[in-house]
């Protein structure tokens, strides 16, 4: 599998050849939309494997214009492909869900964006928990743990030194809010504690597999007391924190900053409890981050 070779440009570089990029990709298919969607979508995706190789063969600004352009062309066509196809043949949610991972899995090779795999990843466990929220069987039932075991493998693949792989790990992770969603407007059910002990448990053999002799039982009970009495999205968010914190990356730090203030805002607010009772699990959590925070200034993760 070919590495990517994305080149490096500034961020405000890159935001501007993107705006170009995407205006340029809008513009060539409105001019060879009179095909149709099926034509219009092989057309842009021949577009993106020609624009992928123009930019492994060029550096500086023009390679990242075409690294950009074959970004667009090929997150358009993909998606034209997908719409025909589901409006062709009328496709159920078991077939979407073939046809995306088959996309996916023939354009991982070929497209080396980290985006574009990424987005592409993101969309093919989308289209399954799609599929298993549409079976209306008992399926539906273990969403949640769908979620939980998906955040796991995410959170595995982060360790993995092998660059092509963290695509797919950035692709899963936002895909595990879906279940997350489907309970907040009440389209699911939820076994909470179970969900989040199994999490727990997962992330206890995560510590256990890269602590190795360094592997602490204290930690490790911590971890199963704090997955039982919160939330699953409250231990996601901290777990990121904790590898954001480890690896000093910064997308980890501000992805899992945000995971974890909005699930601790969600489990105050599903307390069922008085305002006084809250404010002292907020005075006793204040506390504890503190100390965390001293103890951490202490050793070798503050930063």
């Avoid at 008992?138 to 493998?153: D, G, N, W």
């Amino acid at each position: 599998m070919p590495v990517n070779t994305e080149p490096k440009t500034p961020f405000i570089v890159s935001a501007l050849l993107a705006v170009g990029a995407w205006l340029a990709c809008a513009i060539t298919l409105v001019l060879i939309g009179w095909i149709n969607t099926l034509g219009t979508g092989v057309a842009a995706v021949v577009l993106a494997v020609v624009f992928t190789q123009l930019s492994r063969r060029m550096d500086g600004v023009a390679g990242a214009f075409w690294a950009q352009a074959a970004l667009a062309f090929s997150l358009c066509g993909k998606w034209l492909v997908i719409a025909w196809a589901i409006e062709k043949w009328s496709l159920n949610a078991v077939q979407i869900c073939g046809l995306v991972w088959g996309i996916t899995a023939l354009g991982y090779p070929i497209f080396t964006q980290k985006m574009d795999r990424a987005l592409m990843v993101c969309a093919s466990a989308m289209a399954l928990f799609f599929w298993v929220f549409e079976d209306h069987s008992s399926l539906a039932l273990y969403m949640e743990t769908a979620a939980v075991l998906l955040f796991v493998l995410s959170y595995v693949l982060f360790f993995v030194p092998n660059e092509n792989v963290r695509p797919v790990a950035w692709g899963i992770l936002p895909a595990c809010a879906m279940p997350f969603v489907a309970l907040l407007l009440g389209e699911a059910e939820t076994s909470l504690p179970l969900n989040s002990l199994i999490l727990g448990l997962c992330l206890c053999g995560v510590y256990f597999w890269r602590a190795r002799e360094k592997f602490h039982i204290g930690v490790s009970a911590l971890i199963l007391l704090v997955s039982y009495l919160t939330n699953s999205g409250t231990v996601m968010g901290a777990a990121l924190l904790a590898l954001a914190f480890s690896q000093n990356r910064l997308s980890l730090k501000i992805t899992g900053a945000a995971v974890f203030a909005l699930s601790l805002v969600w489990l105050y607010y599903q307390m069922q409890t008085t305002l006084l009772v809250k404010a002292y699990y907020l005075w006793a959590a204040g506390i504890i981050l503190l100390a965390v925070y001293a103890w951490q200034k202490r050793g070798s993760y503050a930063r």
